[in-house]
C-alpha cells in the first residue's frame, strides 16, 4: 500500500505492518491516514475474516512521532481528528482483528492495539501512556478503548502513572492473552488464524457486529474534552516542541 504501511493477503485473512523501523514505528501524518484507509477498505469486503496488525523489526508502535511538530492549534485539532478517526475505523472493522505485539507499545500505538479484538504478545513489551508525564490527557479517543479492553482499575494504572510496564502486567491484566518468545509470534498468530478459520466467515461478522454493539451501549464514545482544551494540552507538550 505504501511504504510505511504494508499489506499482505493470505487467503481470507490479511497482515497489516506498521513500517517505520527506525522510529520504532512511530506515527506520522501518513501513517494515522494510511491505517484509517486500509481498515475503511477492509470495512467494504466480505471475502476478509481475520485481519493482523504488526509492527516492523522488533516494535509494534511507539505512539506519535514527536519529531512531527505540531505548530498551530488547528493542526492540534486536526491530530486529534485524525487519531479518533484511525482507532474508530480499527474498532469498527467487520473482521476480526489481531494485534501482535513486541517492543514498544506506547501511547498512541497502545490505543491502537487495545482497538483490536485479540492481542498476542512477547516478553519483550513495554506498555506506557506517556501523556500525563507532559500533563497532557490522553487524546485521541480517551480511555474507553482501554477501559473496554481491560477494566477501569489497570487503564488508571497506566494512565495515572504513566509507567512503563511489562508483559507479565498485561498477562494479569489482561491486555494480551497470550505471551510467546518473539520467534514462536508468526507461528502463534498463524495458528489463532486457523483456528478463526474454523468458523464461518459470516459466524465470525455476526459476532464481531454484535461485540460492536454491545461496546457501543457498554462505553460512550471518546470523550470530547473541548476544542480549547485539546489546543492548550497538545500545544504545550512534549508533540508541539521539537527534538
Not at 43 to 56: K, M, S
Request: proline share 4%; aromatic share 6%.
Amino acid at each position: 500500500m505504501s511504504d510505511i504501511l504494508f499489506t499482505e493477503f493470505t487467503g481470507r485473512s490479511v497482515t497489516i505492518t506498521l513500517h517505520r523501523p527506525s522510529q520504532a514505528n512511530a506515527m506520522n501524518w501518513d501513517m494515522l491516514d494510511a491505517i484509517s484507509s486500509v481498515f475503511r477498505d477492509l470495512a467494504q469486503r466480505d471475502d476478509i475474516d481475520v485481519v493482523v496488525l504488526q509492527g516492523a523489526e522488533g516494535h509494534f508502535c511507539s505512539g506519535w512521532d514527536v519529531s512531527h511538530a505540531v505548530s498551530t492549534p488547528d493542526e492540534a485539532l486536526l491530530l486529534n481528528q485524525r487519531g479518533q478517526e484511525m482507532i474508530e475505523a480499527v474498532q469498527q472493522c467487520p473482521a476480526v482483528t489481531v494485534a501482535a505485539l513486541e517492543g514498544a507499545v506506547i501511547g498512541g500505538g497502545l490505543l491502537l492495539a487495545a482497538a483490536c479484538d485479540i492481542r498476542i504478545g512477547t516478553p519483550s513489551i513495554k506498555l506506557c501512556l506517556p501523556e500525563v508525564n507532559f500533563n497532557v490527557p490522553v487524546l485521541w479517543t480517551g480511555l474507553s478503548p482501554l477501559v473496554r479492553e481491560i477494566g477501569f482499575s489497570a487503564t488508571r494504572e497506566l494512565a495515572f502513572t504513566g509507567r512503563r510496564y511489562d508483559a507479565a502486567w498485561a498477562i494479569q491484566r489482561g491486555l494480551i492473552s497470550e505471551c510467546v518468545d518473539a520467534d514462536a509470534l508468526p507461528a502463534t498468530v498463524e495458528s489463532l488464524i486457523k483456528r478463526l478459520d474454523n468458523g464461518t466467515g459470516d459466524a465470525l461478522k455476526t459476532m464481531k457486529k454484535d461485540l460492536i454493539r454491545l461496546a457501543a451501549a457498554l462505553m460512550p464514545a471518546a470523550h470530547d474534552y473541548g476544542a480549547p482544551k485539546i489546543v492548550d494540552s497538545v500545544m504545550t507538550s512534549i508533540l508541539a516542541k521539537h527534538k
